[in-house]
């Protein structure tokens, strides 16, 4: 036995036609090498200004501090001369007041060492030119003094020369002020010029240095994000690099010709999931592959969704086409089991939509009901008759078997049918009946079987049929030998095949339905002259229940009286407590041709035109003729009342309104007997008042 081919073996699949290990370098581009020297520059720039800036700054503060250094001494000399200048001139104005030239030449050779000294000071500290203007003020206001000691010295001193002598020496002295307050302006401008341009140049290097700041900033962002995508980058590519090996899932690449050149561990996993344990990876690709290939290459764009078998496994697979590299990309992935759940899922999708159909035609059909229903009896009586009846009815009750209930019009077929329904193991479930004899024949087959949609002209959707609504209930056929012959043929079908298809459909419906029927005819006859089916008349006679008239069971009209008394009573706002002898006398002597349907209707009459508290019931005819003659005073309960409302408001001269009106007699309100006078076609006599 030949070895099977060995694996595929699993390198890194990478851009190329050969495959290499997994290398972020060659995917991501790191930063560029431009940008990075460039960062570099401009940061030695940007710390060579800013040293610069340093040091600039740095010199022109020591000039600074040298300048105030070497005028401090100067400012503090003028700031003591004008303290023996202002000195001075005190003296001379004091020594021409007391002529005291003793006290004078004290004070005043004290205050000119003073100056003297001072003058010394400040020609350390000055230029030459200030030292001498310096110089020539004081010695000028020296020699005024002098003249001004020898006019008072004199022993006729001339007032007026020493007055003007006084007054030269006040201008040199503030002359001096002056020149002095000059000089200091000019150290003050001097230190200020100074300050200036160590501000100026500090803005003009501190504004080239913003600019290569901000420029730094600039290029370092640069970087700092190149850097960030890259490593990021570097790091995404190795994730995607070492994904196809890391992944459950099956990968393939194919070359252009669709031969495959990388598989990843997850494809010998699934190619040990369809059964093919060290096989090739091409097994899990479509048989038709290259036509497939063809039209991927063809697509716009170049992707698609495969789903083809293989063997008994489903394959769900997307393929790509990679244009710049001419390979073709395959992931495929085992769907048999989503695919399994996906029909389970249908088909319960179906089910709930076939059960929400049935539940709104059932809907449909008992809103029906709702509208259509007429008052019926329950199964009231204790007789012995009816007693046997229900007798039979529990017997067959736990039973499938189908029930023939036979008996005149009005004695209660319907409320026997569902007594029986309400006895069986089915009561859970729906009871469902259809009039036979209230369909139109061409109707009957749909009402029962039902129909699909477009099935005939009207049938805009698919509609259940009886049977199907009854679905594991009851379904009770009244008037069963009115049925059409074609469809007697069909419900024979049904009753022994439990099967049916819908008019205009082809799909066979399955039901389990237990067959209720009744009628007032004479089946047997009916089977004789062709009317109805002998093999759907034996079908359906497995069970025959009679229904005794109400003729033959009197002893049971007291308590169908007291029933519909006590329902009419409520139905019609009525307060009758109870029913008079002769009424009770009456009901029982008569023989009802029409059975309980005419009972319920004389006592709903009776109880409409009743004034007090007992009802009371008018003569019915003669009861001893026979059960079959209809008594000549028999009427039908709306002509009763007709006649009965026109003697009320004849009597009531037609007035319906107030408390000696019509209404009030009959104990209806006004709306209500205008309402009847309408229904009936009760109208005042034109002549009347």
């Known amino acids: 036995m030949p070895l099977p081919p060995p694996p595929v073996p699993f390198p890194l699949p990478l851009p190329g036609n050969e495959a290499r290990p997994a290398d972020a370098s060659v995917l991501v581009k790191p930063p560029a090498r431009g940008l990075v020297i460039a960062f570099i520059v401009a940061t030695v720039i940007s710390v060579v200004l800013a040293s610069a800036v340093y040091l600039q700054t740095r010199a022109l503060e020591q000039a600074s501090e040298r300048l105030f250094t070497m005028r401090l001494p100067a400012l503090e ?7 023996p200048i202002a000195a001075q001139q ?92 000059s000089i200091v302006d000019d150290i003050r401008r001097e230190f200020s010029a100074s300050v200036e341009e160590t501000h100026a140049a500090t803005r003009f290097i501190a504004f080239i240095v913003y600019g290569y700041s901000a420029v730094l900033l600039l290029l370092g962002t640069l970087v700092a994000f ?77 992707s698609a969704d495969w ?31 989503q695919r399994e759940a996906e029909r389970a899922l249908n088909d319960a999708l179906g089910q709930v939509s076939e059960l929400g159909k049935r539940l709104a035609d059932e809907n449909v059909y008992l809103k029906a009901e709702m509208l259509t229903a007429t008052p019926s009896s329950d199964i009231v009586g204790q007789s012995p008759r009816l007693n ?156 025959p229940v009679e229904l005794p008239p109400l003729r033959q069971r009197r002893e049971d009209i007291p308590a169908l009286v007291a029933h519909f008394l006590k329902k009419f009573s409520t139905d019609h706002g009525k307060a009758i407590d109870g029913v008079s002898a002769r009424a009770l006398e009456r009901l029982q002597a008569y023989d009802w041709p029409g059975n309980i349907r005419e009972l319920q209707n004389v006592i709903e009459r009776a109880t409409i035109v009743c004034r007090g508290s007992v009802l009371d019931v008018p003569p019915l005819g003669d009861s001893t003729g026979p059960s079959t003659a209809t008594p000549t005073t028999a009427l039908d309960l709306e002509s009763v009342e007709r006649r009965h409302i026109i003697q009320v408001l004849g009597d009531r001269n037609w007035v319906i309104e107030g408390k000696s009106g019509a209404a009030a007699a009959l104990g209806l309100a006004a709306g209500t007997l205008r309402s009847r006078m309408k229904k009936l076609g009760i109208e005042r006599p034109r002549g009347g008042g």
Do not use: W
């Open 77 to 83: 000399a003028i700031s003591s001369l004008r303290g």
């Open 90 to 181: 005190a003296i001379l104005y004091r020594y021409y007041a007391s002529r005291d030239v003793n006290e004078f030449r004290q004070l005043y050779r004290s205050n000119h060492a003073m100056l003297v000294t001072q003058l010394d000071k400040l020609e350390n500290t000055l230029d030459d030119q200030d030292a001498t203007i310096c110089r020539i003020g004081l010695g000028e206001v020296q020699s005024l003094a002098e003249q001004l000691e020898s006019a008072l010295s004199s022993s006729r001193p001339d007032d007026g020369a020493a007055m003007a002598l006084l007054s030269q020496v006040g201008m040199h002295a503030d002359q001096m002020g002056g020149e002095l307050a």
């Open 226 to 302: 190149n850097l960030k995508r890259y490593f990021e980058a570097s790091g995404h590519q190795r994730t995607i690099a070492l994904f196809p090996e890391r992944n459950p899932s099956a990968v393939l690449r194919l070359d252009s010709r669709g031969a495959i050149t990388y598989a990843n561990p997850g494809a010998r996993d699934l190619l040990a999931v369809i059964g093919h344990t060290g096989g090739e990876p091409l097994r899990l690709l479509p048989d038709d592959l290259a036509e497939r290939l063809h039209a991927l290459r063809e697509a716009a764009p170049p």
């Open 307 to 337: 789903e083809y078998a293989v063997g008994n496994r489903i394959l769900h697979c997307k393929a790509h086409y990679i244009e710049q590299d001419d390979v073709f990309h395959a992931y495929p992935v085992d769907v048999t089991a």
């Open 388 to 543: 046997e009846v229900l007798a039979r009815i529990d017997q067959v009750a736990g039973t499938s078997a189908t029930v023939l209930i036979l008996g005149e019009s009005g004695v209660g077929k319907e409320s026997l049918a569902r007594a029986l329904h309400d006895r069986s193991d089915r009561r859970d479930r729906p009871f469902i009946k259809l009039n036979c004899a209230a369909i139109p024949s061409n109707l009957v087959e749909s009402e029962l079987f039902g129909h699909e949609k477009g099935a005939f002209t009207g049938a805009a959707t698919r509609r259940l049929g009886r049977f199907e609504l009854a679905d594991g209930g009851t379904l009770f056929l009244d008037e069963i030998g009115e049925l059409p012959p074609d469809t007697q043929a069909k419900l024979l079908r049904v009753l022994q095949e439990h099967e049916f298809e819908r008019v205009g459909g082809q799909t066979t419906v399955k039901v389990d339905v237990r067959i209720v029927v009744a009628t007032h005819r004479d089946l047997k006859a009916m089977v004789k002259d062709g009317s109805f089916r002998a093999d759907l008349y034996y079908r359906i006679n497995v069970f």
